[in-house]
Every structure is written in C-alpha cells, then in structure tokens.
C-alpha cells in the first residue's frame, strides 16, 4: 500500500468512528509561499505547507487570514493532507488578494483529529497597491471579462466606486458598489458587467461626507475574447424588453440534465436583456456543473461545487464555496469539516457516510451539500441545506421493495456564523416519526408522487445506505428533496422586534415550512405548514387558501424559489412547476390538467401569493401561465419596478424537428387592480439552455436580496 492510499485508509478509519482522544504531537515543519512577500494587489500566490504527527492521524489544515486593520477570516477550511514518510503535506492554498494594501497576516493550523491536537504558525506577508501617484491602473484578471482596478488612496470618511463604459460611449455607463476610502491604502475593485474584445473607459467617483462627487483620472481596459474550449451558451429573444428597463442584467446558472443521450456543460453567465454575455464563471473542471445558489452583495456568488474533499470516492457538491467576480475562491467549507463540527455539537445524524458498511435500523448521516445557501442572515450569517440518509424498517413510507429496511432521505439545515463554522442546525429526523416540536411532519408522510433515489441517478445526492445487500433495498425514498431557504426577519404579523426564523421549500411534500430559528436561540419546531388540502392520502397544510377566482388546482405543487418578498412584508414569490398538479388523474386534472382538456394548463405558473400568518389565509396576487411546464428547477422574484420575474428552466421543445430543452428569463408586468390568473404575456424573455437559477438586476453588483 502506497502512503498515499494509507494516508486514505487511516481517515476512513477516522471517519467510521469517533476516536478517542490520545496525547499526540503535530509539528508544522515548513510554510512555504511561490513568491516572495511584498507582491502587488491580483497577484496570485500559493502557500505550501508542511507537518508531523506523533499520532496516527491523519493530519488536516486549515487556512486563515487576516487583513490589514482588520480580523481573522477563515478562507480554506480543514481538508486532509497526505502522508509521505511520516510527513503530512497539505493540499495547496492558492491566495489572489483583491483588497487593500498592506501586511496580511496568513494563518495555517493544522490539527490531527484522532487526537484533537492541534498546532497553528502565522506568517506575515505585504501586498503593494498597483497604483502609483495619482492615477488608477486597470489590469486583467484570469477571467477575460473581468478587469482588476486599483484606486489611490481617498480621505476617510468618504466613499469610492468605478464608473465604466464602452470607449464608444454607446453603451450605458455602469458604476460598482461603493466602498469606504482609506486615506492610508489604495481601494481595489472588480469591474465586470462587460462585453467581449471590447475597450472601455474607467474611472473612480470619490463621494465626500457632504455627498459631493468627484471623478478622477481615466484609464482605458480592454476586454479578452471567450474563452476556447469552454462551450459558449446561445441566447434568442422571443420577446423584446423596453429599453429603459431598470433591470438590465441576467444572471444564468446553467444545470443540464441528459437529452437524447448527451449532455454538454455550459459556463455560468450573465447577459444583457438581449442575451449578449458580459460575465462568465466555470470552476476549475469543466466537466461538471457547479450551482450558483444566490449572487452576493457588492459582487461574487455563493456556489455549491463538485470536488474531492474528506472522502475518496465522492465528489459530488462536497464544497460550498463563495467567489468574486473574477472566479477566485474568497472563501470556502467542504463537507468533512461541517461533519466534524457537527459531531462536536453532538448532533446524532451528521456524521460521515464514509465507511459505514452494514447500516441497521436509525444508522444515519450526511453526504452533500445540496440546492441552496444563503447569506441574508444578521451578522453575516449563512444557512445551507445538506442532504441526511437514514435507515428505517422495512415498509416505511410503504415501501414495497422487500423484507430489508428502508433509506429515507430528509434535510438538515446548518447555520454557519461569519467565519463559517457551524453553530445551530436543524434535523428533519430529530425526533424522528413526529414526535415534540415536530407534529406537522412524521417519517409516516410519505412523498405524494413517491420519488426514489437510486445511486448515480440525476437529480438525487450521492447515495451511500441504499443497496447495501443483505442490508437495504435499492432504492431510497427521496422524502422531502428541500430545494429552497428563505430567512424570514419578521415573521410575526412583521413585528420588526421579532426574532427571525427560516422558510424553506419541500419540493417532494409540496410544502412550505417555517422553522423556529429566533436568530439562533430557536429549538427547531415546525410552525407552520403551507400547502395542497387534504387528499385522503396527506393532511393539509395549516394554511387555507383564498380561491376567489375559482381556479381548478390553486395550490402550488413541487414549487423553487420560495422567498418572501420587501424584507419580509409583502408577497410570498415562488416558482409553480406543477408536477402534482399535472399527475394527478383522480380530481380531474390527468394527463391535459384540466377537464376541458386544455394542454396549456399543465404548464408551470409564476406565483405570488399574500400571506396572513393571523388569519392562517393564503390570497393569490399573480398566478401566471408561463407558457411551457418544467418538471424541476426554477426561479421568482419581485423586481424593483413591481414587475415580476420567473425562470421557466427546462421546457421541452421542437428545434429544426428534434426535442430539446430550453429554459426562459421572463419578465411580467406589474400587478393590476386585479390579480393576474393565467395570463401568458411577458414584457421580456430571453431563452437559452435549460437552467437551475436565474436572477434579473440592476446590475452584477445589486442582485436580489432573496
């Protein structure tokens, strides 16, 4: 056995057990970095590291850093090094500094978890402004359509941004988020927003504390092609949007599923409304495609990324990682050390998968990250779905496989703070099979369309418990396939002193729950349920439903994208896909949806529904035939002009007489005195390939606060 795969053998070890703790001893020996301190601002730099364990190991690492005049932020968290002769090498940590300059403090600690002995060395490293005197520079990043672009130094206390436009001055003139200026360090910026292989103008506006804007000096940048080799997305336009739209950019997360027996993988981009790409993102293999779960605040995105972390054979979504517009890694956590944290908190379901090979009634544990995170809560806080397996006897949920038990598939929230380290988490099976705090949603409510997961298959996490022989069925239920979370800040009656908790979408349930989160001292019961009445089959939701316009199936079914709109105060936006809705022969609807047997009632709907936690009523405002049905994924949101925008992502079409995929950006008029019910009349859509997400915005740099 190499030391490689030993080093692998002993983690396996690790992770099928927790170990006791033993004296040990991790020395780190060497901290090595590819260039030598001081480097100027985009300058990429990778840190080599390297330790020894009198313990068995393994060894894993961990990266912080800390700013000028600033605090410690966790960048890489602990992945496993390997083990060659007795020392353990850590994966490589690459560092692009895109901030201010000054001296870093880079921070690795290294600690052997059998053990719980750990050892940190900190090393100090000076980043030179790329500006010299006067004048900014604009420089190019590694993504072609993203420049880098360094400000002198401005007066405390007042504020910085760029303004840029094509050097024609056709174009619009775009501006980045504001910052606060430093009179003591340069201001950096990623500029992107722009076409291919063409010249912009740049410049910064220095607003001052009375408001007062100054321009300074103009440089020139010009942008690279698309890139070769990556697949380049096409856009059509059925329907032109007005050319004073206010929200001029789309933001494309593209995840194809197999048609006709290929598949090809698109980059994610960003468009203008006519589908011409002024940004694009894959990450470092091609081959896969990666989740963009919401863009952040002043520029970059939350993913959910294919990689290998803690176990060998997975990579599939181990990684939730936030990036900056030029693609770099600002910060990342992988699912091992989620695990670690959340067996230090004595969680009884969010162990490792890795190693457990004879799994027998209530074994259970978490494999991937899965559909969404946010960062929209107080304090920087995130929150993130991962997917848990447990067994349960044979015939739960009335399974019919066989004598063996069962794997049943539920969620786990987690709540990361601001360095990105678990502190409160919620269990769909704690308690398991409904008992306190959890009444609305026992393991006996079994999926209405009963999907399964099988290993390998599209649309389901990686899957470890099922089809272990002589240990459990093939298949696993997938029971609520969670797709969507929401932080509610107000969520009695907005009572802006209450306490925020968390809203989240089960797609296979078709509901929408809320869990007591009260900004982290919550206890996890279910408050509420919203959905479909009762069908002899599942209970309703605890909400009843204001169907005033007679509509034939007027609760959403399998919906995405479920967020609540103005901080919380106005309506409940969601994506309808309908597939219960379209399945469901014995109230009429079968195959055409509706008994009249109109095709067009089958498709997919864009929602928007009132809310009234007092009365426990729910009003639609807009439920919208988006002209084509999507059996998954999707998005809505309310935009800044009170129009709406939907993302019908999978729609089957005839192209030149072969069926493909296509998914459509819509947006749709304000809402009228009355609530719009079935109309299909977008005021913009632009269709491309079939999507997860999509976002209309302003720009790059102000996307959806939900």
């Known amino acids: ?19 006791a703790p033993a004296f040990a001893t991790v020395t780190i020996t060497s901290m090595k970095e590819s260039q030598k301190s001081p480097e100027p601002i985009g300058k990429t730099i990778t840190f080599t590291v390297a330790a020894t ?25 602990f992945l496993p090094g390997t083990n060659s002769s007795g020392t353990w090498t850590a994966p490589s940590f690459t560092w692009v500094p895109t901030g201010n300059d000054g001296t870093y403090e880079i921070e690795v600690v290294a600690k052997d978890f059998t053990s719980a002995e750990s050892t940190s060395k900190t090393i100090k490293y000076v980043i030179k402004a790329a500006a010299t005197g006067s004048t900014p520079v604009a420089e190019k990043t590694a993504n072609s359509l993203v420049a880098i672009f360094n400000n002198p130094a401005c007066a405390t206390g007042s504020n910085v941004r760029v303004a840029y436009q094509e050097s024609s001055g056709t174009g619009p003139l775009w501006t980045t988020n504001w910052v606060k200026c430093n009179s003591s360090s340069s201001s950096t910026f ?81 468009t203008d409304l ?28 939350l993913t959910l990324q294919d990689d290998l972390a803690w176990d060998p054979n997975v990579t599939q979504e181990q990684y939730l990682r936030q990036i900056d517009w030029a693609g770099n890694v600002v910060r990342e956590t992988n699912m091992g050390a989620i695990q670690q944290e959340l067996l230090a908190m004595g969680s009884v379901d969010g162990g490792p998968c890795t190693g457990i090979t004879k799994p027998t009634v209530g074994t259970a544990c978490i494999g991937a990250f899965h559909h969404d995170a946010i960062q929209t809560l107080p304090n920087g806080y995130l929150a993130a779905l991962i997917d848990i397996e447990k067994i349960f006897p044979a015939g739960t949920q009335d399974d019919t496989q ?26 769909a099976f704690d308690p398991a099979g409904g008992g306190q705090g959890y009444p609305q949603l026992p393991v006996t409510r079994t999926a209405p369309l009963a999907e399964t997961c099988g290993a390998g298959q599209s649309g ?77 089959l599942q209970p309703a939701g605890d909400f009843s439903f204001n169907n005033q316009y007679n509509d034939a199936w007027p609760w959403f079914s399998h919906q995405h994208c479920v967020g609540i709109q103005n901080g919380g105060s106005g309506p409940m936006t969601l994506f309808d896909n309908g597939d219960t809705r379209k399945a469901n022969a014995p109230l009429g609807l079968g195959e055409d949806c509706d008994p009249a047997g109109s095709p067009e009632d089958c498709d997919s709907r864009g929602m928007a529904l009132t809310v009234d936690v007092s009365t426990m009523t729910v009003t639609p405002v807009v439920s919208l035939d988006l002209g084509g049905y ?13 129009n709406y925008f939907f ?57 959806p606060l939900i």
């Open 1 to 19: 056995m190499n030391t490689q795969k030993k080093g692998w053998a002993i983690l396996i070890g690790l992770l099928t057990v927790l170990a």
């Open 190 to 270: 990623e500029v992107t927003g722009m076409y291919a292989s063409t010249k912009y103008t740049m410049y910064a506006e220095v607003q001052n504390s009375e408001g007062a804007i100054t321009n300074g000096p103009t440089v020139t940048f010009t942008t690279g092609a698309w890139p070769s080799g990556v697949n380049e997305p096409v856009f059509t336009v059925p329907v032109s949007a007005a050319a004073d739209d206010p929200n001029p950019v789309l933001l494309h997360n593209f995840i194809t599923f197999a048609t006709g027996g290929t598949t090809t993988i698109y980059p994610d981009v960003a």
């Open 53 to 77: 364990d009198t313990g068995s190991g393994p060894v894993a690492f961990q990266f912080n850093i800390t700013p000028p005049r600033g605090k410690s932020v966790m960048v890489k968290d």
């Open 460 to 536: 389901c996490p990686p899957m470890f418990l099922a089809d272990i022989p002589g240990y459990t069925e093939p298949l696993a239920h997938d029971w609520l396939h969670a797709n969507t979370l929401y932080y509610w800040p107000s969520p009695e009656d907005n009572d802006p002193k209450s306490k925020g908790n968390i809203v989240w979408s089960s797609r296979h349930q078709d509901l929408v729950l809320e869990v007591n989160y009260e900004d982290g001292s919550g206890n996890g019961d279910i408050i509420w349920t919203m959905g479909p009445p009762d069908d002899g």
């Open 402 to 427: 066989g004598s063996l038990p069962v794997d049943i598939v539920g969620d786990m929230i987690v709540v990361l703070n601001s360095n990105w380290q678990v502190v409160w988490y919620w269990d």
């Open 630 to 642: 999507s059996t998954a994924m999707g998005s809505a949101d309310l935009l800044s002009n009170g």
């Open 274 to 301: 006519n589908g011409n790409i002024i940004w694009y993102y894959y990450s470092s293999d091609t081959t896969h495609s990666d989740v963009l779960t919401r863009p952040v605040q002043g520029g970059g995105t």
């Open 647 to 703: 993302e019908n992502p999978i729609v089957f079409v005839e192209v030149q007489h072969k069926s493909t995929t296509l998914g459509y950006s819509q947006e749709y008029g304000p809402t009228p005195a009355a609530p719009q019910m079935g109309v299909n009349n977008p005021v913009m859509e632009v269709a491309g390939p079939q999507h997860y997400r999509g976002w209309q915005m302003p720009s790059l740099y102000e996307p």
